[in-house]
């Protein structure tokens, strides 16, 4: 609620929309429970554009890791460090999300150009609660752990997005706009949240 709104009237507020707030959280609900804390060692699972990989950490110099097959290989001199590893697995993360948000970016602006939208610059920020956001100065911030949803699903956080330059609230014509723009919008946020935050 805003800075020194009465807390009576924020009570109201709440109580008129409780309806909505508990179908929310009872649809949030289906989704727990939520995967436990990643430990970063071999065997576990990651994921990378919609795709499941294994990890292996392997010792070895220099450091570096790499999607071989069907396993992403953590290279380090120190394989129980698992805190080198997260930092290692984390950076990877963040240098490959970069450059697949820039090229998903291409692939949305071919239909979102169409609308009057236009390139805006891409951030990366790792968020516990949204996939992105939009500000007013032609820029998008997405969440760097966006990346190991599917494309499509990438593909419609960037659309959402995009559709902000237009309309910066969820009213009528900004849903109009982003289903002119993606027709499928709530198959693939449907999809999306099934994605662990």
Same mark, same amino acid.
């Given at each position: 609620?805003?800075?020194?709104? =009465?807390?009576? !009237?924020?009570?109201?507020?709440? /109580?008129?929309?409780?309806?909505?707030?508990?179908? *929310?959280?009872? #649809?949030? /609900?289906?989704? *727990?429970?939520?995967?436990? %804390?990643? $430990?970063?060692?071999?065997?576990?699972?990651?994921?990378?554009? @919609? $795709?499941?990989? &294994?990890?292996?950490?392997?010792? @070895?110099?220099?450091?570096?890791?790499? +999607?071989?097959?069907?396993?992403?290989?953590?290279?380090? =001199?120190?394989?129980?460090?698992?805190?080198?590893?997260?930092?290692?697995?984390?950076?990877? #993360?963040?240098?490959?999300?970069?450059? !697949?948000? %820039? @090229? &998903?970016?291409? !692939?949305?602006?071919?239909?979102? /150009?169409?609308?009057?939208?236009?390139?805006?610059?891409?951030?990366?920020?790792?968020?516990?609660? $949204?996939? @992105?956001?939009?500000?007013?100065?032609?820029?998008?911030? +997405?969440?760097?752990?966006?990346?190991?949803? =599917?494309?499509?699903?990438?593909?419609?956080?960037?659309?959402? %997005?995009?559709?902000?330059?237009?309309?910066?609230?969820?009213?009528?014509?900004?849903?109009?706009?982003?289903?002119?723009? /993606?027709?499928?919008?709530?198959? $693939?946020?449907? &999809?999306?949240?099934?994605? !662990?935050?």
């Amino acid at each position: 609620a805003p800075a020194g709104q =009465p807390l009576d !009237a924020v009570l109201a507020k709440v /109580q008129r929309r409780a309806h909505w707030i508990l179908r *929310q959280r009872r #649809y949030f /609900q289906q989704f *727990q429970p939520r995967a436990p %804390e990643k $430990r970063y060692v071999s065997g576990e699972t990651f994921y990378y554009l @919609g $795709r499941q990989y &294994r990890l292996k950490v392997a010792e @070895g110099e220099p450091r570096s890791v790499k +999607l071989i097959g069907r396993f992403l290989t953590v290279f380090t =001199p120190n394989k129980a460090d698992n805190r080198a590893v997260r930092t290692q697995v984390q950076e990877w #993360y963040k240098t490959h999300a970069l450059a !697949a948000f %820039e @090229g &998903r970016l291409d !692939a949305c602006l071919v239909v979102a /150009q169409r609308y009057g939208m236009t390139r805006p610059q891409i951030t990366l920020r790792r968020m516990t609660r $949204r996939w @992105g956001s939009s500000s007013g100065n032609g820029r998008i911030l +997405l969440n760097t752990d966006l990346v190991t949803a =599917p494309v499509h699903c990438i593909d419609y956080v960037i659309i959402h %997005e995009l559709c902000h330059q237009k309309y910066r609230n969820h009213n009528h014509c900004f849903f109009e706009l982003l289903s002119r723009c /993606q027709p499928d919008w709530k198959v $693939r946020k449907e &999809r999306l949240e099934r994605v !662990a935050i």
